[in-house]
Every structure is written in structure tokens, then in C-alpha cells.
């Protein structure tokens, strides 16, 4: 197979932080075919259909990593009005997304809706987004019905809650748990390698390396004590 040219990768990506929680909603593309998908769209779904014309991309899915109101609150409006199918989270994350319209007004979101994803998601599976691949790992922990989306072409991972720059995701909701987020962390993530790129759900993006080896929860020096 010939390799990619290195000016053009399969897979481009722009981030658009949206909610009070400026949460990372992530538009993926294929860039051979411009078809294109919303990471966690939370909200401001106005906003996030006019990144989708700024970019000459035709919108096909939306890919949920777990069921929070600040990564999930918009993904009904989206799918309404672009006409597309949700994927995602993980079966097991379904009582957060019950709670989302309950939850809306506390948290400064009116408009968050419920939904029924078109397809549950579980480890193993894969998701596409035009002719590029992304393997969904579940890893639970922040919430027990997370999960993640890896592309091995570009190296790059959208882990939602699961880890950021010098930090993980919380632990202290309904069905978290912070030992098995470490382990989702540690036997899912890192196995991927140092040089992924990964999008957190919040803040900048970082790698895997940078974090194994500095990260106070789960570097190597926290796992040695």
C-alpha cells in the first residue's frame, strides 16, 4: 500500500468548545471523502452546524463518549436537524442520559435533551467516519458506560473524561470509581503508545507519553508508590 502523502492526512479535526463547561465537542473529518462527524456535542448546536459549513464538510454522525450533559445535551438537536444517527456511549452510561432533560435548567442548559442512541457502543467495536476507522475501547470509571475512540492511522485518541494534561477525570458521581478508571487508564490507554495524540474532554490536548511519565494519578512515578 503506497503511504499517505505527509501533507495529507486521512483525518483532520477541530475543536469547538461549547457549554458553560467549554466542554471539547470535536468535529472529525475524512479528508478524502469529507464526511464528518461531531465528538460530545453538548451544546450550541447553531455554532457547531456553522463550523460544519465553514469547513466544506458534510456531516453524517454523532459519536458520544459517555452520557454528561456538557458532552451530550445537544446530541438530540443535532441529529433532528442534521438528520444523522448518534453512536454511543457504552449501553451501561443509558440512566445519565435519562437525566439529561432533569438536569438542564441546574446546570445552565434549558435546552439539553434526552435521546436513544441509534447504536450502543461496547469495546471492540469500530465506528467510521467517511473511510476512516476509529476502534471504541471501553473504559469506564468517571462514568461506568464510557468510552473512547482511537485511530491507529494518525495516532490520535478522543478519551472524553477519562484523562487530561496533568490530571483524570472525576470519580465522585453516581457509579464512579476511581480504581477502575486507573485501571482503564493504564491497561487501555497507555498499551496504545507514548507518541498518540489525545483530545481530552476538557482543555488542551497532550500525549500519552507526556502523561505516563508526568501525570501525578497515573504516571509512572504514581504507579510505582
Known sequence: MDKLHPEIPPLNALLCPVTPFQQNCT?????????????????????LLAAVEAQGVTLE???????????AG???????????PIEGPHKDDAFWIDT??????????????CFAPNRWLADGD???????????YHCPGHTPGHVIFYNDAVSLASVGDV???????????PRGD????????????WP??????????????GTFGHERQTNPFVGDHALAR
Open 178 to 189: 476511581h480504581a477502575t478508571l486507573i485501571k482503564s487508564i493504564t491497561t487501555k490507554l
Open 27 to 47: 468535529l472529525l473529518w475524512c479528508t478524502k471523502t469529507k464526511q464528518a462527524a461531531f465528538v460530545d456535542p453538548g451544546g450550541e448546536v447553531d455554532r
Open 61 to 71: 454522525k454523532i459519536l458520544i463518549t459517555h452520557g454528561h450533559i456538557d458532552h
Open 192 to 205: 496504545l503508545g507514548d507518541d498518540v495524540t489525545f483530545i481530552p474532554g476538557h482543555g488542551p490536548a
Open 163 to 173: 484523562l487530561f494534561q496533568g490530571s483524570i477525570g472525576r470519580t465522585d458521581f
Open 126 to 136: 469500530t465506528v467510521t467516519v467517511g473511510d476512516v476507522s476509529f476502534d471504541v
Open 74 to 84: 445537544g446530541a438530540a438537536e443535532l441529529s433532528e436537524r442534521a438528520g444523522i
Open 100 to 113: 439529561i432533560e432533569k438536569d438542564g435548567p441546574q446546570w445552565g442548559l434549558p435546552d439539553a435533551r
